[in-house]
């Protein structure tokens, strides 16, 4: 007995020495970092002047947030984005999961494609839908005018009501196969017998899609639409590339970014990274308690 | 097997063929326009094929951007993420996929959770970090930087690999009384070649494709990545974008990544569904 435990001390030692490079590192690379913005969001301080010349002011920072409309309208906007562009995500990446689930020819050819837009670097596929989106020379508003959708060209980022619309649609477009494969993989881990045992029981497609796909697809669906959610409420590089630091686009992120680094704002800008930070951690929260990892 | 009528297969196609064309056609107008002249590039109405395709725009790339150094800066960054993750991450993932040992579940939360939460939280202290330590605007800031979501993210993926590793030999070569360093090094190591590929591929791309962090601690062109190029890119005037050079990088930069993608297909499906990751 005392040798087993003595045993298992090892192993716990071993396993410890292991894990200690990983770390070190996250602590070095995460933990530091985020400390240190959670210290400055306490201190007026400017990011030109090395060394840092902070001045204390207290909770100051935090209540100027709560008050500022800049911060609120990113908030709104980062909210709309998010509802719209996972809700439109799930939606037709569950079409598409369920269109390349079946058999055909050509499946394989189908699932390349699909990685095609997650692959490409996010900056990249925002660069190629500004120029399609181009109101004199872009191919969005050529091929709405040849199909009579609408009556003269649009100017899609500079259009108040159209931007944000605009920058989702990019989002729809490069993350739609990614949730899709997710689903995929979820719609493959059922078992055909179901279907084909239903369907002797003269089950119509529509009822089998509500009573065998959807309730076993659920913790699949559940996993990829909370990620999607986590990464949409961060969402930066789209909306930057695409309208920049513009009001009417701009996400929590983004206006972060703006405080920090444009205006060199280090304290504020720590104190609305502190905010994203709270609210994002809230939503990992709920995902880490809904998450069942097995660990041994 | 019910029988398909004829013309609900047809419409079936149909439909896969309109989502294929709405996947692939951004990439095929990037090369589009990436063929054509100035002229024919401001030209209306627009041409949906270049009546006189030229590489030029793809020679002006490296001649009139400095996107050679853009893309070296990228792949050694990238490559030297990949290579630190691997190395760090593959001995975290062995104790957590296979010791039993107290504060495992704290610490494979801790990682998780390090995984999930934004980067704009930490880019105040990291900045002020990378300043301290005199990084700022050199390969090493932007490889600290990375190692925040590269490695969480790489131990997650290593550690359902190992599980998924029987465990005969390796108990094998303890009865031999192998030390658990040999064991990770000699026994389990090449087992976990396939691991390692599909978590490295996914390290590099997400290192190879990030860009707040690539904007914020990078000055000039001696660190710049491409993705931050691509989106810096100048013309002439400050109303005038270059968009055929644009094209053109976007396209040099996206296929060697559709290549990477065409090879490992399966192995990168599997480890982003095993991790449930972010694009």
């Given at each position: ?40 969001s ?75 837009p ?27 005018l ?10 899609w ?20 196969p ?25 089950a ?19 996993v ?73 | ?61 490296f ?34 996929g ?7 579940r ?9 995984a ?77 070649a396939?691991g ?74 599997s ?9």
């Amino acid at each position: 007995m005392i040798q087993r435990s003595r045993l298992a001390a090892r192993r716990t030692r071993t396993a410890w020495l292991f894990l200690l490079p990983s770390l070190l590192v996250l602590l070095v690379a995460a933990a530091y970092p985020l400390w240190r913005t959670f210290q400055l969001s306490f201190y007026q301080v400017s990011i030109l002047q090395f060394p840092l010349q902070p001045e204390w002011v207290g909770f100051d920072n935090y209540r100027f947030l709560l008050a500022d409309p800049y911060w609120r309208v990113s908030l709104k906007n980062t909210a709309v984005f998010t509802v719209v562009s996972v809700a439109l995500e799930t939606v037709l990446g569950l079409g598409i999961a369920l269109a390349v689930n079946a058999r055909f020819a050509g499946r394989g050819l189908m699932r390349t494609a699909m990685l095609v837009p997650w692959a490409i670097p996010t900056v990249v596929s925002a660069q190629m839908w500004r120029w399609m989106y181009n109101d004199v020379y872009g191919v969005v508003n050529d091929l709405l005018l040849r199909a009579h959708l609408i009556a003269q060209p649009l100017a899609w980022l500079s259009d108040p009501h159209l931007a944000l619309p605009g920058v989702i649609a990019v989002d729809v477009w490069k993350t739609t196969p990614f949730m899709a494969l997710l689903l995929l993989a979820g719609l493959q881990s059922i078992p055909d017998e179901l279907y084909e045992a239903s369907t002797v029981d003269g089950a119509s497609g529509w009822q089998q899609f509500w009573r065998i796909t959807l309730p076993l697809l659920k913790p699949a669906l559940l996993v990829a639409l909370i990620f999607r959610t986590l990464d949409a409420l961060r969402v930066f590089d789209v909306i930057y590339v695409m309208t920049g630091t513009n009001p009417t686009t701009m996400s929590m992120s983004v206006y972060a970014r703006q405080q920090l680094v444009d205006f060199g704002a280090l304290g504020y800008g720590s104190a609305v990274s502190m905010g994203i930070f709270l609210i994002i951690a809230l939503f990992a929260a709920a995902y880490l308690v809904s998450l069942r990892v097995e660990l041994d | 097997m019910r029988r398909r009528r004829w013309w609900s297969t047809l419409l079936f196609y149909l439909l896969l063929a309109f989502i294929l064309l709405y996947l692939v056609f951004p990439f095929y107008w990037a090369v589009v326009s990436s063929l054509k002249s100035p002229q024919e590039l401001f030209e209306t109405p627009v041409r949906y094929w270049p009546a006189h395709p030229r590489w030029q725009n793809y020679v002006d790339v490296f001649t009139q951007q400095p996107f050679g150094r853009n893309l070296l800066n990228s792949t050694v960054v990238a490559g030297l993420t990949t290579l630190l993750s691997l190395l760090v991450g593959s001995t975290a993932a062995y104790a957590l996929g296979r010791f039993r040992f107290m504060g495992k579940r704290t610490v494979f939360f801790t990682v998780l959770s390090v995984a999930m939460f934004p980067q704009i939280s930490v880019l105040g202290g990291m900045f002020v970090l990378i300043r301290s330590l005199g990084l700022y605007n050199t390969w090493w800031a932007l490889v600290l930087a990375y190692m925040i979501f590269t490695l969480p993210f790489t131990i997650w993926v290593l550690t359902s690999f190992i599980r998924e590793i029987p465990r005969e030999l390796e108990e094998a070569a303890f009865v031999d009384g192998a030390s658990p360093v040999q064991v990770l090094r000699i026994v389990l190591l090449p087992l976990m070649a396939p691991g390692l590929v599909t978590a490295g591929l996914l390290a590099f791309i997400q290192a190879w494709n990030e860009f707040l962090f690539a904007l914020t601690f990078t000055i000039d062109n001696s660190a710049r990545t491409v993705p931050v190029a691509i989106a810096l890119f100048s013309g002439a005037s400050q109303y005038e974008l270059p968009w055929a050079q644009i094209m053109a990088a976007s396209v040099i930069v996206t296929v060697p990544l559709i290549v990477l993608v065409l090879v490992f297909q399966q192995r990168l499906v599997s480890g982003l569904t095993a991790g449930a990751v972010k694009g």
